[in-house]
């Protein structure tokens, strides 16, 4: 660069450790801005050359960073003094120089000067995690809780017909909330539509000390009556009505738990609420029409025509079952044989047989149970039996 030590010895005289640290100051301006930091005559001799870069020292060095701004300042500054013109301004010894450059260049001073410089970067991505910290904390205190997230996962599995899954999204609710009225309802509904009528009633039992809940009590009732319990049925059915869910359904199904109870009287009061509240409801016209049909051994108030009726009306309501049909030709057979027993009017005997004939005609084509037919078709009509089938009263839920 300058000729080595030789050539520094015939430019400025002795040399000492100091002047190495001028040569390192001078090939590390000239690595950062790519040129010597006091220029130089190429062709000329020795004592040109030094009076040339004398005159270049005594107008000053030009600032390494106006040359190349992207040089740390600290390490500029340190280079800088390395090239004093005054051999007392530059360090002592390379100790001190490497000490200097280490402060100069460690991480963090690095990580502090790189945020200088990309300053509007730094300052844009601040803004947008700023921005997302605040909308996931928004998002967190909006968020439903736990339990109330599993309660509406186990209320859709519910509706898709999943009431396995169904339960156990329900299970995860109650353990983060147990008194969560509204999960143990769904699960005792789950339970329910699963047939487990047992575990039903145990949460709607929950539910119940919870506080009033009609629908829960309507739900008891049916469980309840499904295991033959028809007193706890009772009980439950009254509890819901009283909570303001009297709807046909609900009537219905006391009606009848109070049938199965033998109390009749109660039976045909609900039967009647229900077909108040809702004329179209099947279940409760077939089960009044039961209700004549085991009052027909007994003295008829009005009649066997308005159990006729009733089963009628129910066929007409749809869908029609052979329940339905063997119920109306069992009711028409019954009045035939009370009509011939009682009475000597042989042409409505006869028009009740033909329904009677009528009717479980539509039996037999569910049940393909032709040899019926063959029996009512007998001379000896007013005193045969009808084929034995067993009639079941009907819930609704």
Not at 8 to 18: H, K, N
Not at 163 to 175: F, I, N, T
Not at 187 to 195: E, F, I, L, V
Not at 353 to 362: D, E, F, H, P
Request: charged share 25%; hydrophobic share 40%.
């Amino acid at each position: 660069m300058l000729g080595g030590h030789e050539g520094l010895a015939r430019l400025f005289g002795a040399l000492d450790a100091r002047t190495d640290l001028f040569s390192l100051g001078a090939l590390l301006y000239e690595l950062l801005c790519g040129a010597l930091p006091f220029g130089g005559l190429d062709g000329v001799d020795v004592q040109t050359q030094r009076e040339y870069i004398q005159e270049q020292q005594r107008r000053g060095l030009r600032p390494l960073r106006r040359v190349n701004p992207y040089v740390d300042a600290r390490a500029a500054a340190i280079i800088e003094q390395l090239l004093a013109l005054d051999v007392a301004e530059r360090p002592a010894s390379a100790d001190e120089v490497a000490r200097a450059l280490r402060g100069a260049l460690s991480a963090s001073h690095r990580a502090r000067r790189w945020v200088r410089v990309h300053r509007r970067a730094v300052l844009s991505a601040a803004a947008t995690l700023v921005t997302a910290a605040a909308a996931m904390i928004y998002t967190l205190a909006t968020r439903e809780p736990y339990s109330i997230r599993q309660l509406n996962l186990g209320r859709a599995a519910y509706q898709s017909g999943q009431h396995a899954q169904a339960v156990c999204y329900l299970d995860r609710a109650l353990e983060a909330d147990p008194d969560l009225a509204e999960a143990l309802y769904m699960r005792g509904r789950a339970h329910q539509k699963a047939g487990e009528f047992g575990l039903a009633i145990a949460d709607y039992a929950e539910v119940r000390k919870l506080g009033s809940d009609g629908r829960a009590m309507a739900c008891f009732a049916y469980c309840a009556s499904q295991l033959r319990d028809h007193e706890r049925a009772v009980d439950a059915g009254n509890v819901a009505v009283e909570s303001g869910l009297a709807t046909a359904e609900v009537y219905n199904n006391l009606g009848y738990s109070y049938l199965q109870w033998r109390r009749v009287r109660e039976a045909r009061e609900c039967f009647d609420k229900a077909l108040e509240l809702k004329p179209t409801l099947q279940a409760a016209r077939f089960n009044r029409a039961m209700l004549g049909l085991e009052r027909s051994g007994q003295e008829w108030s009005e009649g066997p025509e308005s159990a006729i009726a009733d089963i009628e009306q129910a066929i007409v309501n749809g869908p029609a079952t052979s329940d339905l049909y063997w119920l109306a030709a069992t009711l028409y057979a019954t009045a035939a044989r009370r009509n011939s027993d009682m009475s000597h009017r042989p042409c409505d005997t006869h028009a009740r047989r033909s329904n009677a004939v009528r009717t479980l005609s539509g039996f037999c084509a569910n049940q393909r149970l032709r040899h019926s037919l063959q029996m009512l078709v007998s001379p000896r009509w007013p005193t045969c039996r009808l084929p034995t089938h067993r009639l079941r009263s009907w819930r609704v839920w």
